[in-house]
């Protein structure tokens, strides 16, 4: 099997040195071979077998097989064998070298944003600035809560004395000296800020010849008036007719107060002397009838009498059971109502 193949593998070499090829057994794997199975061979020139000089038919009988160009390149000399590596290795080197430059601009490159994100802290400062706007709102509160402290408008707040007393007003004096009443007259109350004025008002000692009023009650004369006509029409003849006693005196909780209704932004009854509280009775017997929520049984009858007739001559009545700020005494006033109308609670 030997004759048929050494002389057309031997042929050929022997003028470049005549030495004869190893037995295929013999053979060990370069690292050459290595890295021709796990690389991909590369167009180089140096892989591609040129004629050489003197040897004749070299050039198609290499590539036949290909691993006898490596064994071509091992009886070549250990001069041309080991130049042939190392022009390989710096030209598989090259394609290595240049890869990690790009590498090396690729890592560069993301350096800056690296450096970028430094500004954080900004944020970090502009978070302060934002909760400025959290404060703002708050002053914008007050305003809002001035506005709702502040009272509606009310006409009668402009109210003011003129330097002569009108005719209807001395005309409500000469009524209530008829019917008995004592009182005393009072400077004028204004507060603009607030919109409380009466203009012409008395302070009411008595509401007729023997019944008295405490403590003094000051109201404008219009409701003065109203309050001493209730007493002698209604109240006297209630505890006469209940008790058999004459009334002696009534215990007023209010008269004359510059606020508004609770809970409300309008301005009460009071703020112009146009409403009177009445808190007990006293009879002449030394009797003391109390508005209560749960009085006694004749007390109750006789309150609920008075409760009833006040309903027309004052067109606003609330006591016990209209709501919790009234539970203890009989609110009378002279609020004007549409139509002439009356609210009674």
Partial sequence: MEQPLTPR????????????????????VTPKQAQQKTLPPLPLPADV?????????????????????????????????????????????????????????????????????????????????????????????????????????????????????????????????????????????????????????????????????????????????????FAADVIQPAAKAEFGADLKSIGQASAFVCRPRNGTRKLSEHAFGNALDIASFTLSDGKKIEVGPAPPEKDAKFLNAVRKAACGPFKTVLGPGADPDHSLHFHLDLEPRRHGGTFCQ
């Fill in 9 to 28: 593998a031997e042929q050929p070499l022997k003028p470049r040195g005549g030495k004869r090829l190893k037995p295929r057994r013999h053979r060990s």
């Fill in 49 to 229: 077998p040129m004629p050489r000089p003197g040897i004749s038919g070299s050039g198609p009988a290499i590539p036949v097989p290909e691993p006898r160009p490596a064994d071509a390149a091992k009886t070549a000399g250990a001069p041309d064998r080991s130049n042939e590596e190392k022009s390989r290795q710096e030209k598989q080197a090259l394609p290595e070298a240049s890869a990690p430059e790009p590498s090396a601009d690729t890592e560069s490159e993301p350096e800056p944003p690296a450096v970028a994100p430094t500004p954080t802290p900004k944020p970090d400062i502009a978070e302060p600035e934002a909760q400025p706007p959290n404060i703002g709102p708050q002053p914008s509160q007050k305003p809002a809560d001035a506005d709702d402290e502040k009272m509606l408008p009310d006409p009668r707040s402009a109210d003011l004395p003129d330097e002569k007393m009108p005719a209807e007003e001395v005309a409500c004096r000469e009524r209530l000296k008829t019917l008995g009443v004592e009182f005393e007259e009072h400077k004028a109350e204004s507060q603009p800020e607030i919109g409380c004025s009466i203009p012409y008002p008395i302070v009411l000692k008595t509401l007729g010849k023997s019944v008295a009023i405490g403590p003094g009650a000051e109201l404008n004369c219009k409701m003065a008036e109203a309050a001493a006509r």
